[in-house]
Every structure is written in structure tokens, then in C-alpha cells.
């Protein structure tokens, strides 16, 4: 017997006693217990109509207790989502749009676990930054950032990251690259922040709009 089922039978053990219950208390007689449904029942069928159909909604639709598991990923299901809403992205990275949520999540790890796919998902977002001639969206930023993180779990002392730009600082071709104006020594904006492997190395430079 489960510890919710347990407290169940003490609900209903002690139907005849004063007892003060909680809200818990009450979804979980409501959501189990038919003797507590069909006192309500009887009991909202003489109450105005919109408390009886919010009462058989309810019926219609329990509640269910939160799931610990998604709760605990909520951070890679984020990531998913997002990668679900670029068309691009979902394309490459998911392809089977069929697939469970389950499924997709899994090949979605896999995929961000291997070095080559951040940096091309660096690439291609840079590329649609020079095309457009901005930065990245905040969504496109985002996923960039969680990619990097799950792809750390698999590193336990060195790890990647994201070297990002302050603006107002000067260009530095050491640490820069330009996305729009070919000329400038200010950085205006930041376009995408640059890309340094576990080793440490700046692999993809970041990407920047300057001015005089």
C-alpha cells in the first residue's frame, strides 16, 4: 500500500470524528473516494447551476499530483520546446516529429552531448545573425547556453563555455569578429557570444557590431 493510500484509509477511517483536513486532503477524497463524490453530488443538486458544473467538471478533469521526474528536468524539457519552435533546429536535431515527447527529449540529449553539434548550432545561429544583420534572439541565446550546459554534464573538471561581450569595450580581433560593419573599434553590440572548448581555446570568436 502506497503512503497516499494509506492516508486514504485514514481519511475514511475517520469519516465520523472531528477532523481538520487540508486541501491535499480533500482533492484526494475527491479524487478517490465515490462515497465522497456522491455526498457532494446529492448536495450540489440543489445549488445554483454554476456550482454544479464546476462541481462535474472537476469530475471530469482530476487533478493529478506533479510528476518529480519533469519536475527535476525542467531545464532540458525548456530546451526541447524551444528547439521544437525553431524550424530549423526541430529539422535537423529531432526529424522524426512523430515521436514521443520521451523520445525526442533522449535524441535531443544525445545530440547535444557531442562537441561537432554545438558548434554548428553556433555556426548557423552566427550565420543568421550575418544575414540579418542582429543578434540573436533571446530564445536563440538560450538555447545555445543550455546546449553548452547539458553538454558539460558529460565533463566532470574541464568544460565549455560561453564567452560573452561587454558593450562599449574595444575590439579585440583576438576575441572578435565582426557582424556587421566591416569597420569600427567599439563594440556596438553583441551579436552571439564567442565559444571556448573545455581545453580552454576560443573556437568561434564572438560575434560583435562596431562603431567608431
Known amino acids: 500500500m502506497t503512503p497516499e493510500q494509506k492516508h486514504l484509509d485514514k481519511l475514511t477511517r475517520n469519516y465520523g470524528k472531528p477532523k481538520k483536513l487540508t486541501y491535499s486532503d480533500l482533492r484526494l477524497l475527491l479524487r478517490e473516494d465515490e462515497s465522497v463524490r456522491s455526498l457532494i453530488r446529492e448536495t450540489a443538486s440543489s445549488a445554483p447551476p454554476h456550482i454544479t458544473d464546476a462541481f462535474e467538471s472537476a469530475e471530469r478533469h482530476p487533478t493529478h499530483p506533479p510528476d518529480p521526474l519533469r519536475e527535476q528536468?525542467?531545464?532540458?524539457?525548456?530546451?526541447l520546446q524551444a528547439v521544437q519552435n525553431d524550424a530549423e533546429l526541430q529539422k535537423v536535431w529531432l526529424a522524426e516529429e512523430s515521436e514521443t515527447e520521451g523520445r525526442q527529449l533522449v535524441r535531443l540529449l544525445a545530440t547535444v552531448s557531442q562537441w561537432d553539434q554545438i558548434e554548428w548550432l553556433w555556426q548557423r545561429l552566427a550565420d543568421r545573425c550575418r544575414h540579418e544583420t542582429r543578434p540573436a534572439t533571446a530564445a536563440?541565446?538560450?538555447?545555445?547556453?543550455?546546449?553548452?550546459?547539458?553538454?558539460?554534464?558529460?565533463?566532470?573538471?574541464?568544460?565549455?563555455?560561453?564567452?560573452?561581450v561587454t558593450v562599449g569595450s574595444p575590439y579585440n580581433h583576438e576575441k572578435h569578429q565582426r557582424g556587421g560593419s566591416p569597420t569600427g573599434e567599439v563594440v556596438e553590440a553583441e551579436y552571439l557570444p564567442g565559444l571556448?572548448?573545455?581545453g580552454g581555446k576560443r573556437i568561434c570568436l564572438s560575434l560583435v557590431a562596431t562603431a567608431n
Open 196 to 198: 571556448v572548448n573545455a
Open 73 to 79: 528536468l525542467t531545464s532540458e524539457l525548456a530546451l
Open 140 to 164: 536563440e541565446k538560450a538555447i545555445l547556453e543550455q546546449a553548452v550546459t547539458i553538454h558539460n554534464l558529460s565533463n566532470r573538471d574541464k568544460l565549455a563555455a560561453l564567452e560573452w
